[in-house]
């Protein structure tokens, strides 16, 4: 009986001692997706996805719908490319001295319309997709320091009802970035076409109070019935979350939205740029550091995907990393927002500078 309980002993130690060898073999990889899954989902619930207020298009309530190509999120979405998708121009760092580089040339951009002094953009885009935190970002650079001028939050309608117009003090001028309603699903949520296009065209006026179930009309005490040119928008820049957009999770309802708008905005000629926001969120080795966002293939993943939703040129998307919960500044994230920035300058100068010619060919013709 001895024998046999020494024998038992022995053999569940060398039962033990192959399980245990056998779990050392294991590859970590086999575990990846389950922790991938759960940063994911931890991920969805930072801070950082509650910047702008939208509780309707929550990353995590689209979990079920994400494309097979992108559904893991952290490393295995951040897979490092040997060339870097996008660099930055000739002699370009990721240091403070190219930061100040972009913020002289943003500055010393020239504008041939004589009435026009400042490139006037509108943001546009779904709520909670980081449009104001981009606005409180660009306001932080101007001042060099943290900076808040339009509200951020949890709620699941659109903060801005008014047009907003930030006008930067300090370090950044020759431009007006404007912040109006955001995109929601529902007709009577969110904004009107009908007001969006009047804004573009300068017939609203600053802190003009939309109402999506009462749009401006032609009559309307606060239209404008004749604006100038310093009262149009010159470039259209539509705010994304990247998570949404590199999981192909944008809603038939949004996307109705956009392409109406877009087709109208197309009508007039004028630029438009895509901002892809939360790319930390959406990359892990980007949240690890900013600057490995351009060898990110999902990063470039997103932009494609991105460019095919809106129908422009790589070059005219962005991504970017808004300040949420920082209290320092960071370099790394303020180069990547004035590279935005410089384009859609560079772009609302261009399509003023045509209007101008225009104007000058057709007094000369008469």
Known sequence: MGNENTKAKESGKKQGNDAAATAAQVDPAAFRPFTVFHRAMHSAGNSRNNQDGDTSH???????????????????????????WRSLDK???????????????????????????????????????????????????????????????????????????????ERLKNFRLLDTMGIEDTDLGGFNIRDLLFVVKGHVPPDYKFNPVNPIFEDSKDFKKN???????????????????????????????????????????????????????????????????????????????????????????????????????DTNKDILSLLALKQMILFGADFLNDISAQTSDDEEAS
């Open 58 to 84: 929550d990353f995590t309530s689209h979990m079920s719908k994400q494309r097979p190509a992108l559904q893991a999120s952290g490393e295995e979405q951040g897979d490092e490319i040997e060339k870097p």
């Open 91 to 169: 002699n370009g760092a990721w240091d403070e001295n190219y930061k100040k580089r972009l913020i002289n040339e943003i500055g010393n951009t020239h504008i041939k319309e004589k009435e026009v002094q400042n490139v006037r953009i509108l943001l546009l885009g779904p709520i909670k997709a980081g449009k104001s935190s981009y606005l409180n970002t660009i306001a932080s650079i101007d001042k060099g320091r943290m900076s808040q001028v339009t509200i951020t939050g949890g709620a699941g309608i659109s903060l801005s009802r008014k047009l907003k117009v930030f006008r930067p003090q």
């Open 227 to 329: 604006p100038k040119s310093k009262d149009k928008i010159h470039c259209v820049v539509f705010v994304m979350d990247a998570n949404v957009v590199g999981q192909d999770n944008i809603s038939d309802a949004t996307k109705k939205k956009v392409k109406a708008l877009q087709a109208e905005l197309m009508n007039i000629d004028i630029p438009r740029i895509v901002i892809l926001t939360k790319i930390d969120v959406l990359c892990g080795m980007t949240e690890a550091d900013t600057v490995n966002c351009f060898r990110s293939e999902t990063v470039k993943n997103a932009v494609d995907l991105a460019e095919e939703l809106f129908s422009v040129p790589k070059q005219n998307i962005f991504p970017v990393q808004n300040y949420s919960e920082e209290m320092e500044m």
